[in-house]
């Protein structure tokens, strides 16, 4: 008769896991059913600085160097941008291939993230719907000219 593991998963639900063969109670390896010890060792503190007590480990930035709007953001993101691109241009000749290669990839990943940031505030703003609806009628406008059509 094949049994299941009796324990309950950290949810509540009950486990489904066959049990490790031999092991008395009848546990799967997830839940001690194998010889080594299940979890962490004691005293392992790798949580403060890797999963959920991250936040309260480090610490959270002045409220007066944190931008209140979405302009404020971009703001701040386009003067470290502007500050990388000149740092890099000034030490080109100076870092190894490795050092430069990381910052030209710090470099796009900001300016990724700078568009995706104006992106964003004119689509938050309206203006993205307007331009697109313009460009429609522009074109269907043109292609009615075209076609000799009127839409």
Do not use: W
């Amino acid at each position: 008769m094949k049994t299941h593991c009796p324990a309950t998963n950290k949810d509540g639900t009950p486990c489904r896991a066959f049990p490790v063969r031999g092991s008395d109670p009848p546990l799967c390896s997830s839940h001690g059913g194998g010889r080594a010890p299940v979890g962490a060792p004691a005293g392992n503190q790798n949580a403060r600085s890797h999963g959920f007590y991250v936040n309260e480990v480090a610490p959270l930035p002045d409220p007066d160097d944190v931008p209140d709007s979405i302009a404020g953001v971009i703001h701040d993101l386009a003067v470290k941008q502007a500050r990388l691109s000149k740092h890099i241009n000034g030490h080109l000749e100076s870092y190894d291939i490795d050092v430069l290669a990381r910052l030209l990839q710090l470099h796009a990943q900001t300016a990724s993230r700078l568009g995706r940031l104006l992106r964003d505030q004119r689509a938050l703003s309206g203006e993205a719907a307007d331009g697109i609806s313009a460009a429609i009628a522009q074109a269907l406008d043109e292609l009615s000219t075209e076609l000799g059509t009127n839409f």
